[in-house]
């Protein structure tokens, strides 16, 4: 059922800009998979090809087997502390947040005038990134790393426009550009990696504890704590994103910025 | 440490219950006895939902009930291969937004087709509404296909077409 609400925002994307394509949404699923391969807590690391998504079992077109999560059971959890109570604690390496964002969209979708977008991802971007002061337009070099909300890999592809990383209609070229720069993977490096941690598909959707995953995997990249799969941090700044509620109306996002991010 | 055993038993909790369309009722009992399809007309801004809500969701104010014409267009679909228990009987089978003419909302209904590929349920394709003879104020009581396939569908034992 959830993939049937997020589907018709894909393909109501796909008839708007002709992408993403399946061949595009499948190099989101052999990234996720495979950077979890790395990531000791996952739950779905693999080792696939395009090929190998292509020809999974359909299960709502044009949605494989391979391009949906896995929904799981699992936790996580964040320690959060005002700044005088780290500083009264002397907190080694604290990772703040410097912006939060949150938005409601329609939840039915047959509400929606533009139903191949999810304006709730647009305002909770810009919120979170003005509350941080950061520049909605150029996101993508004042930040190290994207943990995204990726149930699904067509929205992940989708979310790259929404967040800002790339103007709209261009998400599906961006995947496939960057997935093919980082050859057989990991895929943890280059202009702005997304899910290093294997994100929703490579590590599993345990449903209500992935935002806070996303979130504690953000920080302990910026803590460059993160181990096999730690990508390179020189901005010091990264975000979470999740995503929820009926037809994925909910939007959350939240910038973290270690020591030296705050210095910049 | 006490010894301790445990033996487990199989058995089943059976519940039945019911559950009430409230204010959308009228929606679900004109379906059912008339085969008609009924949205919904803000007092104020005019704007005609369907489904119905019985407040505009923009305004908030009251709507009244409106007859809707049962063709429309689709907005976006898809085709359902892996599904809940109980709809796997039917699969592959069509789903998608269809906004009815006469309606600025989209309803999110089954869409059959004799040729179910992607691009016979595609954006901007004319369905028409087949009704189910057995009604029971569902949902499921209704589907679309596309309008060519219109006579085809209502000449079938189990379908009927609407008012």
Redesign the interface.
């Given at each position: 059922?959830a993939?049937?609400s997020y589907?018709?925002m894909v393909?109501?994307h796909y008839?708007e800009f002709g992408n993403p394509t399946e061949e595009q949404m499948a190099c989101v699923s052999v990234k996720n998979h495979g950077n979890a391969r790395l990531n000791p807590k996952s739950q779905s690391p693999m080792k696939i090809t395009v090929e190998d998504v292509m020809n999974s079992?359909?299960?709502?077109?044009?949605f494989k087997m391979l391009d949906c999560c896995l929904y799981s059971e699992a936790s996580a959890a964040l320690i959060l502390a005002s700044e005088e109570k780290v500083k009264e604690l002397g907190v080694e390496k604290p990772i703040w947040i410097t912006g939060v964002g949150a938005a409601n969209t329609?939840c039915?979708?047959?509400?929606r005038e533009d139903?191949?977008r999810l304006y709730s991802n647009i305002y909770a971007a810009k919120s979170a990134y003005k509350m941080a002061g950061l520049d909605y337009n150029n996101i993508k070099q004042q930040i190290d790393l994207a943990e995204l909300h990726d149930a699904f890999s067509g929205q992940e592809v989708i979310s790259y426009e929404e967040l800002g990383f790339v103007p709209f209609g261009e998400g599906g070229s961006w995947i496939e550009k960057t997935f093919e720069k980082s050859g057989e993977g990991p895929w943890i490096d280059g202009e702005l990696p997304c899910c290093p941690s294997g994100g929703l598909i490579g590590c599993g959707h345990a449903v209500g504890a992935t935002g806070i995953m996303s979130t504690g995997e953000a920080a302990l990249q910026l803590r460059r704590d993160a181990g096999k799969h730690q990508v390179q941090i020189e901005k010091g700044r990264a975000i979470s994103h999740s995503i929820g509620g009926p037809g994925a109306a909910y939007a959350a996002i939240i910038v973290m910025e270690n020591e030296e991010g705050l210095k910049k | 440490m006490t010894d301790f055993q445990d033996h487990q038993i199989r058995d089943r909790i059976k519940i039945e219950y019911m559950y009430t369309m409230g204010g959308q009722s009228k929606f679900f009992i004109e379906l059912m006895k008339n085969k008609k399809l009924l949205g919904t007309k803000c007092k104020k801004c005019g704007k005609t939902w369907m489904?119905p809500r019985i407040n505009c969701?923009d305004c908030y104010e009251p709507a009244d009930w409106i007859e809707l014409k049962q063709t429309g267009t689709i907005?976006?679909?898809?085709?359902?291969?892996?599904?809940?228990s109980a709809f796997i009987k039917a699969v592959p089978y069509g789903?998608?937004?269809i906004k009815l003419d006469g309606a600025e909302?989209?309803?999110?209904q089954g869409i059959f087709s004799e040729n179910l590929v992607?691009s016979k349920i595609?954006?901007g394709k004319r369905v028409k509404a087949v009704f189910n003879k057995e009604r029971e104020g569902k949902m499921t009581d209704f589907f679309f296909v596309p309008e060519d396939e219109y006579e085809n569908w209502i000449s079938k034992p189990e379908f009927e077409g609407g008012m």
């Open positions: 059922m993939a049937s589907v018709s393909n109501a008839e079992r359909i299960i709502c077109y044009p329609d039915f979708i047959g509400n139903m191949g | 489904p969701s907005e976006v679909s898809t085709i359902v291969w892996y599904t809940t789903i998608g937004f909302t989209a309803l999110f992607p595609k954006k």
